[in-house]
Every structure is written in C-alpha cells, then in structure tokens.
C-alpha cells in the first residue's frame, strides 16, 4: 500500500484560495489519487480523484504532479465550511476492493 | 436520492456485551465497507462486502464481524466489547466496480460507547 505524507494543520483565510499538498512518493502507476474531507461530527465526504490529469470539479481541483509523486489539492475560495480534515489517499485501479487506508490528514482551520 | 443511513446513531454498552451496528447503502450501490474511527488509531479499514461475500478484512480481532443481505444492506457486529472499542463506525456504500476510481459514499456514524 503506497504511504501517504500531509502537513497536519494548515490554516487559512475565508475567500482565499487554499493549496494542501500531499507527498505520496510510493504510488503505484495504478493507483488513483482520491481526496476526502471529514467535517466534525460528520462521515468523511468524498472530494476530488485523479490519475494522471488535473483535475476540476464543482468543489476543488486537483494538481497532481508529472511524475505523480505528489498531488495539490486547491479549494479556490475557501470557505468556513470547508474546515475539516482532509486526506489524500492513493486507490488501486483494478484492485479487487474498495479499501481506503486513511492517513492523518491535514486539519484545515479558516479564518473568517 | 437517500443517503447512506446507519443505525443507531448513539449507543452505550458494558463491557463483554455485544452489539449489532446497522448501514442501508444508496440504492444501486453493492459494497458495503465498514471502518472504525478513533482519537488514537484514527479511521481504520474494518471489512468490505459485495455480493454478500467478504471481500477484504482489515487487521481486528474475530470479534469483529460483519456481514451482507441480499438487499445489500450490512451490519457488524462486535462480541465481548472491551474498552478499547469505543468508537464512531462508519458505513461506507459504493458501486463496487473494480476500479481505482470507485467513489466512496458514508454514513454519519453510529458512536459506541462501551462502559
């Protein structure tokens, strides 16, 4: 299973843009690249997936790196909706199961 | 269209006990997934089902179990709750295809508290 690697806080400024970057440096050429966030007391909440591409969706974009040993994860205007914890975890195409090893994550605080 | 649901929400048990967690996926939606979350052990992988079959465990003792109907609904049960499994189980639903870019879709949770 590829190791994921996230900062554990980030914060930032309501209506700026946010940028949470993840070092997964052992993915396979197979894994996909999935984000969830998890708001407090809630289930984590599917955000964004890639492989290779960047990707855009109606709630971030996702950079992801030409060799794919890394990927961004970009809320364009953050909002304080969007504090939670956010994870990035590689998932393998073809893989016989839905298995998602979550990380720590990084705990986004956004200040109004 | 509906959520995944999970019941209950909030439960309280004593040690050595059992307990019986429930998830109804989304309509459509095969796999069921199961994982625990904790303050120190963070979200842990449990058990996966699809079709009424196991298809991946996660590393927890036998007393964890699970399992899927045909309707694809799912419960876990844990025997002889300790301490330890105080928890927030989640329930997760998908499609289930065999594909890295399956989408996960969770439940809010049912909290245990094991007294």
């Known amino acids: 299973d590829a190791k994921t690697t996230q900062p554990n806080s980030m914060e930032s400024n309501e209506e700026e843009p946010v940028h949470l970057p993840c070092n997964h440096s052992?993915?396979?050429?197979?894994?996909?690249i999935h984000w969830y966030r998890q708001l407090p007391s809630q289930g984590p909440e599917y955000v964004i997936h890639g492989l290779t591409s960047n990707v855009n969706n109606r709630m971030a974009s996702l950079a992801i790196a030409e060799d794919r040993k890394s990927s961004t994860l970009i809320l364009h205007r953050a909002t304080l909706r969007d504090a939670a914890v956010y994870y990035c975890?590689?998932?393998?195409?073809?893989?016989?199961?839905?298995?998602?090893?979550f990380g720590t994550g990084t705990l986004l605080a956004v200040q109004p | 269209k509906a959520g995944v649901t999970q019941t209950p929400r909030y439960l309280i048990k004593t040690r050595g006990q059992q307990v019986t967690l429930s998830c109804s996926p989304i309509?459509?939606?095969?796999?069921v997934s199961w994982y625990q979350q904790t303050p120190g052990q963070g979200l842990q992988f449990l058990f996966e089902y699809f079709s009424e079959t196991q298809r991946n465990k996660g590393n927890f003792p036998g007393r964890f179990s699970g399992r899927q109907f045909s309707n694809s609904r799912s419960e876990m049960n844990v025997s002889t709750l300790e301490l330890g499994d105080s928890a927030l189980y989640l329930c997760a639903s998908s499609i289930g295809q065999n594909s890295g870019a399956n989408v996960l879709t969770f439940g809010a949770g049912s909290r245990l508290t094991v007294l």
């Open positions: 052992t993915i396979s050429g197979t894994d996909y």
């Open positions: 309509s459509g939606h095969r796999s």
């Open positions: 975890i590689p998932l393998n195409y073809g893989g016989a199961t839905n298995k998602l090893i």
